[in-house]
């Protein structure tokens, strides 16, 4: 991976375009193309200036000057384009002050890092996001004054094994059992693996990649973990390359949580894990499932800030279709080594030190990941200085606990308007470190109630005429 411009323009040796990207608010890349020949390494020192007034949740239209800072460690072949096209990650920043802007996501997981390094408590933060998404064959969908509906379709989807698709080859899968089913039942052996081949072409190491449990074209593709702002940008390319290796395949990736009625929804289990110099901060062989107690403290932040959390870690209106109570989805306040419906669980797969972690199992991939976890740090560093008690482990089963057990476990909230409710309330612990800003978050929350809360609750919803047309 290059380092240092000068390794940069040696990779762009045989290239025609410079493509540069970064993030808005919401956690959307966006990009603008240069020729070649402007990248020099003078472009690394003085920046790219670009219009930030339309790039939702940035700049207001009478201070829209904005300047891109170029990371030379994120540079990578673009497999993508037919064009031959580097793509390099970078900074926003104000052209005036030149400071890193404040609302840039990308700043602000680095903001965290920093803030780690300040405390004390470790030097870096490891995180393993898992992306679920789906792949379909057709989507179409729209919502207008007198019409509102969806339509998704896949050969694997199980409503297709009474079509008369042509020749239909049987063998789709039913609700709930696509986990690891062998081709022909997988159709998406290939495309998966391109996918695979196209992100270890930009450096990204992957360990694994499966079918998952839904019907109809659930996936999941497993990187190796990295530090929080790196992975950040994992994630990026991640979604990235799985969007346009299924369009170039004749299909479409999506990374909404919950498309599929019935069946089950993406989540993106966050794995998480502060470290010291080479030792791992989280283990000890004597604790609860090889937890240390500051491990154990960073879980108590985890579960106090949790609702608030949600704001930036399940960001959608469609986020809350999936955490639903009663249906295996991590909803509940808890930490356990085995129950996967607590909110976190402690992988016990290995029993090496370096393998000792903390997986936070609430977040989807619609969200941006450079907020999602810088806040997930921030969270549990409050939990560690604050020495917060998460309480006992829950290793029973929680659905089936006596109704006046259940009654004590709190429970994650239902809906994207309560959980911004909760961020308003609860947001001190961004704060520190300069980390959040009270500008971003209030930035955050109007914008998602305008453009998300809003428009969804005024809406009728197609399943109202089921239950009320003939009111």
Not at 12 to 40: E, N
Not at 123 to 145: K, L, Q, W
Not at 175 to 181: E, L, Q, S, V
Request: hydrophobic share 40%; charged share 25%.
């Amino acid at each position: 991976m290059p380092k240092t411009p000068a390794d940069v323009l040696k990779m762009a040796a045989g290239v025609k375009m410079i493509d540069l990207r970064f993030t808005d608010l919401p956690g959307v890349w966006q990009h603008f193309t240069v020729p070649a020949h402007v990248l020099s390494e003078d472009t690394f020192e003085d920046g790219i200036p670009f219009d930030g007034s339309s790039i939702r949740g940035f700049k207001e239209i009478h201070e829209s000057d904005m300047i891109l800072m170029l990371d030379p460690t994120t540079a990578f072949i673009d497999p993508i384009y037919e064009i031959p096209t580097l793509a390099i990650i970078g900074d926003v920043f104000d052209p005036i002050t030149r400071e890193p802007y404040s609302r840039d996501p990308r700043f602000i997981s680095a903001r965290a890092e920093a803030y780690l390094k300040q405390t004390g408590i470790g030097d870096t933060a490891f995180m393993g996001p898992e992306p679920e998404f789906f792949i379909f064959s057709d989507v179409r969908y729209g919502s207008n004054t007198n019409e509102a509906f969806y339509h998704l379709d896949s050969r694997e989807g199980w409503w297709n094994s009474g079509k008369d698709l042509g020749t239909n080859f049987g063998g789709q899968i039913a609700a709930k059992r696509g986990y690891f089913p062998l081709p022909p039942t997988d159709t998406l052996q290939d495309v998966r693996s391109k996918i695979v081949m196209a992100l270890e072409s930009t450096g990204i190491p992957i360990e694994i990649h499966h079918h998952e449990v839904a019907t109809a074209g659930q996936c999941e593709i497993g990187m190796r973990f990295n530090t929080l702002t790196r992975m950040a940008d994992n994630v990026m390319i991640y979604k990235y390359m799985a969007k346009n290796v299924a369009r170039q395949n004749g299909l479409t990736a999506t990374f909404m949580p919950k498309p599929l009625f019935g069946d089950n929804g993406s989540g993106m289990h966050v794995h998480q894990s502060i470290w010291r110099g080479d030792k791992n901060m989280f283990y000890d062989e004597a604790g609860y499932a090889q937890l240390s107690d500051l491990a154990k403290y960073y879980i108590g932040g985890l579960l106090k800030h949790a609702p608030a959390l949600l704001a930036l870690a399940a960001p959608g209106t469609n986020s809350y279709r999936r955490l639903v109570p009663g249906f295996e989805a991590p909803v509940n306040l808890a930490y356990s080594q085995r129950n996967r419906s607590a909110v976190c669980r402690i992988p016990v797969g290995s029993r090496s030190p370096k393998s000792k972690r903390v997986e936070f199992r609430a977040p989807d991939p619609s969200c941006n990941p450079y907020l999602c976890f810088a806040a997930l740090l921030m969270a549990g560093l409050d939990g560690i200085q604050n020495r917060i008690d998460p309480g006992e482990p829950m290793d029973k089963d929680l659905y089936g606990l006596p109704p006046e057990e259940a009654k004590k476990v709190k429970q994650v909230p239902g809906s994207l308007d309560a959980v911004l409710r909760a961020l308003e309330a609860d947001h001190d612990f961004l704060l520190r470190g300069d980390v959040f800003t009270t500008d971003v978050l209030e930035t955050y929350i109007a914008y998602k109630r305008e453009t998300e809360v809003d428009p969804v609750r005024m809406r009728p919803h197609p399943y109202e005429f089921t239950l009320y047309y003939d009111a």
